[in-house]
């Protein structure tokens, strides 16, 4: 594993996550100051997560092409162009135009993960991601923190700030990060401007169809109880706002460790298809914990058993996924990849909500578990052997 560029990488996936969760909490505040309303801080919200969901998998193909380190640092440049935009924003236009910015050049994830597998062999690839994973969560947590802090000072400061470390990681980036993909691996082939196209193809290939239904499974069990965990910790239990927000900083907490520091032990002894294993079954054990918990305060330990399960599984599954896809298709694997999540998370909060509704507080949960356990019983079924095209 080389380190100076993964570091690079991994600190360019948590500015990226840093700023994106900085800016989220406050943009209807942005929406307010120009005279808008809720339900245009909603289509702006919206326009980001469908610009996302056809972004990621385009950046990705194009790195395959051109390299990497270009894509990169057009992501990151436009993503400072974007919050400074917030921040001199004086007309809800410019919001628009802030969002459409960073809507289709925030999404560094589907090519920082595949410059991840360009600069790690594929037996220490999942820890790669797994890293990854914990930059992101690093992200999550300090992003509304300094977020809160920064805005006493005045609404466009935390914009301002997070322009500025986009900014200056352009800039490092620009004179001393490496190209990950040489000219002799990169691929030929157009770009495709169709997302779902490129999922369609990783799943003509016999060695990832049943892993990748594996992953969606995992990820749709997980997607839906961010929006829906405050209905239930107060259905159940008259959790405040301030109480769900100390549960949600303890769940990055312990996504930070299994990912940052106890899957990079694991790893070597178990191996990918155990942790997955183990981390399926970890993940359908918790989710059925917090479903029945009678108290308020088991709802942490049950958590911390699924959180494990999803910090164990998700890199696990993503590396024996990267492991059977040739070097001049990582870029497509991590968009097609980026698309399949970007549908979990539009199908399964909804999942989620009508099940609470319809079925019963503990129905996501219930269900939740259920997914787990078929996403385990799937890749029992996948093939073994690495067979990367």
Request: net charge positive; with cysteine; proline share 6%.
């Amino acid at each position: 594993m080389k380190r100076p560029p993964l570091l690079f990488i991994l600190v360019t996936i948590f500015v990226d996550i840093l700023g994106y969760s900085m800016m989220i909490p406050l943009l209807p505040f942005f929406v307010q100051r120009q005279g808008g309303g809720a339900a245009i801080a909603g289509t702006l919200a919206s326009l980001y997560a469908f610009l996302q969901l056809f972004s990621g998998p385009i950046l990705g193909s194009l790195s395959d092409r051109v390299g990497r380190k270009p894509i990169l640092l057009a992501c990151l440049f436009g993503t400072a162009v974007a919050y400074a935009m917030f921040g001199l924003a004086n007309a809800l236009v410019f919001l628009f135009l802030a969002v459409t910015l960073d809507g289709l050049t925030g999404n560094n994830l589907t090519t920082a993960h595949a410059y991840i597998a360009d600069v790690t062999p594929p037996e220490e690839r999942s820890r790669g991601l797994s890293l990854a994973g914990a930059a992101f969560g690093l992200g999550v947590m300090a992003g509304p923190v300094l977020s809160g802090f920064l805005s006493g000072y005045g609404l466009s400061i935390p914009a301002f700030v997070a322009a500025g470390i986009a900014f200056v990681n352009t800039l490092y980036g620009l004179f001393f990060l490496p190209e990950s993909l040489p000219p002799e691996n990169r691929t030929t082939h157009p770009v495709s401007f169709n997302a779902f196209a490129q999922l369609k193809s990783l799943f003509e290939l016999p060695a990832l169809r049943v892993l990748l239904i594996a992953l969606f499974l995992l990820n749709l069990a997980f997607a839906g109880l961010q929006t829906n965990f405050p209905l239930f910790s107060n259905a159940r239990f008259g959790w405040t706002p301030q109480q769900n927000g100390f549960f949600f900083a303890f769940v990055g907490v312990v996504a930070v460790i299994v990912q940052g520091i106890l899957y990079a032990r694991l790893q070597p002894i178990l191996g990918e298809r155990r942790l997955a294993a183990f981390g399926l079954a970890f993940l359908s054990i918790g989710m059925a914990g917090i479903a029945l918990t009678p108290i308020a305060w088991t709802l942490y330990p049950w958590v911390a058993v699924a959180a494990l399960g999803s910090g164990s599984s998700i890199p696990s599954l993503s590396g024996l996924i990267s492991a059977r896809v040739g070097e001049s298709r990582q870029g497509q694997l991590m968009g097609g990849m980026q698309t399949l999540l970007g549908l979990t998370t539009i199908f399964g909060p909804t999942l989620a909500g009508l099940s609470f509704e319809r079925i019963g507080v503990s129905a996501p949960y219930w269900i939740g578990s259920g997914l787990a356990l078929l996403a385990l019983l799937a890749f029992t079924r996948a093939d073994p052997r690495p067979a990367a095209d």
